[in-house]
T-cell receptor
């Protein structure tokens, strides 16, 4: 079985500051890794995913995440956040031979002016 | 292309009542799933389906039934609502395979009194 731990339930940060949202996972088999974002009163949207190849993956709105196999981590970073980044962020894993996502508990990013 | 749609958006039930949450997708996806979202617990898988006529249990299936008579629709039935089923419910769909992105509906907020 897989499990995902998001180490921070809430992260307050000022606008234009850098941010890191931490994600660690546990799995006995190979997995793919995902970050989803949920804006207030909406469903989840895929932010980025790691399937293979370069361990650094980027999204179109400036977020990036690095897969670290030895530390079983997939932390999400952005060098300069905007008010519009205020949302809840979910890290998730999926076995490479399956369909089911396993989610972490979520991190609420609160960007303050 | 509407993606994944869910109805209703909000529902209040009394303990013991039954209801059906509707989910439909127009992307011809084979895989569909239902999650519940509770504070601090992320999303937990209730039931899933890998194609019409095929369903299986996820992590928290008790008190819920599903069926998949068509590729497009995947309703979730609450047989006898309990206050512990107060939650936000999300339906998701994807193509078959671990690399496929899951697309989420906007959610149904359920309150059981």
């Amino acid at each position: 079985a897989q499990s995902v731990t998001q180490l921070d339930s809430q992260v307050p940060v000022f606008e234009e500051a850098p941010v890191e949202l931490r994600c660690n996972y546990s799995s006995s088999v190979s997995v793919y890794l995902f970050w989803y974002v949920q804006y207030p009163n909406q469903g989840l949207q895929l932010l980025l995913k790691y399937l293979s190849g370069s361990t650094l993956v980027e999204s179109i709105n400036g977020f990036e995440a690095e897969f670290n196999k030895s530390q079983t981590s997939f932390h999400l970073r952005k060098p300069s956040v905007h008010i519009s980044d205020t949302a809840e962020y979910f890290c998730a894993v999926k076995r490479t031979a399956g369909n089911m996502l396993t989610f972490g508990g979520g991190t609420r990013l609160m960007v303050k002016p | 292309n509407a993606g994944v749609t869910q109805t209703p958006k909000f529902q209040v039930l009394k303990t013991g009542q039954s209801m059906t949450l509707q989910c439909a997708q127009d992307m011809n996806h084979e895989y569909m799933s239902w999650y519940r979202q509770d504070p601090g617990m992320g999303l937990r898988l209730i039931h899933y389906s890998v194609g019409a006529g095929i369903t299986d249990q996820g992590e928290v299936p008790n008190g819920y039934n599903v069926s998949r008579s068509t590729t497009e629709d995947f309703p979730l039935r609450l047989l006898s609502a309990a206050p512990s089923q107060t939650s936000v419910y999300f339906c998701a769909s994807s193509g078959q395979g671990a690399k496929e992105t899951q697309y989420f509906g906007p959610g149904t907020r359920l309150l059981v009194l």
